[in-house]
């Protein structure tokens, strides 16, 4: 009886030896896939949200890669009905804040960072509109120049999902 234990353990024990190497063998080969890339996008009700604080006038999609993750952003470029390009910022951050987005950070007059409280991982870096943010996005500006937006009342913000 003692014989049968000790041989059904040293089985057991070739038999995960066994295993792992035939693991490690399929990785060194390739024939393991690799881990499927993910694509980050914010939410479009939180978008529906942020383009419910002003007139949209231009709009963007901005894609980055890191790490296997995709994260695509959208540009926005909202009139908030401002006088000047720090009262535009302020504003759209109030209208923001008033539909539950928090601020996590900020250096006024030029730049805010939110967060939703209400829509998972959706963030919001708000700037005063300046052209030289879209000099390689033509059609922003085209858009632009069509809607003939007044620049001092416009707000840029990309809304994007993930992590700060």
Known sequence: MRLRVAFTEQAARIGRIATTALGAVFMASGCVSPPASVTMRVDPAALNDVRGIGEVRAEASD???RDGRTQVA???VIDVGATSGRAALDKAADLLAAR???IKAQ???TIVLMESARWGEAYATLR???PAYFEDKPEVLEQLRKASAKEESLVYLSVYEGTI
Do not use: T, V
């Open 63 to 65: 894609e980055s890669e």
């Open 107 to 109: 250096n006024r007059p």
């Open 100 to 102: 539950k987005w928090l």
């Open 128 to 130: 005063p509109f300046n």
């Open 74 to 76: 959208r540009d926005l």
